[in-house]
Nanobody, 117 residues
Framework: QVQLVESGGGLVQPGGSLTLSCVAN????????MVWYRQGPGKQRELVAR???????NTADSVKGRFTIARDNAKNTVYLQMTALTRDDTAVYYC???????????WGQGTQVTVSS
């Protein structure tokens, strides 16, 4: 059974940076598209970033230029590098595997990011 483990969240001041990690146990992160989603307080879960199997990446307009998704095949880990954080980025962040429009994993517990002074 494939398990995705998110980590790296925490409390950060506005304008700060964090890097989230998603380790895949039991599957190769390069074998499928990988995505980061987030769900803020009272909001629906939304797509933040995606990295395709071929390495192509894309980020949501709300985080473009501030967030970067990256993959380390040797560590079997996908990262979400976040900079210039704002209070609107406060959310639980989740990763998942995506194949042909279908999420391959159940959503885990995610990692909490809180942006506050």
């Amino acid at each position: 059974q494939v398990q995705l483990v998110e980590s790296g969240g925490g409390l950060v001041q506005p304008g700060g940076s964090l890097t989230l990690s998603c380790v895949a146990n039991g599957a190769a992160v390069w074998a499928t598209d990988m995505v980061w989603y987030r769900q803020g307080p009272g909001k629906q879960r939304e797509l933040v970033a995606r990295i395709w199997r071929d390495g192509t990446t894309n980020t949501a307009d709300s985080v473009k230029g501030r967030f970067t998704i990256a993959r380390d095949n040797a560590k079997n880990t996908v990262y979400l590098q976040m900079t210039a954080l704002t209070r609107d980025d406060t959310a639980v962040y989740y990763c998942n595997r995506l194949q042909r429009g279908v999420f391959l994993n159940l959503w885990g517990q995610g990692t909490q990011v809180t942006v506050s002074s």
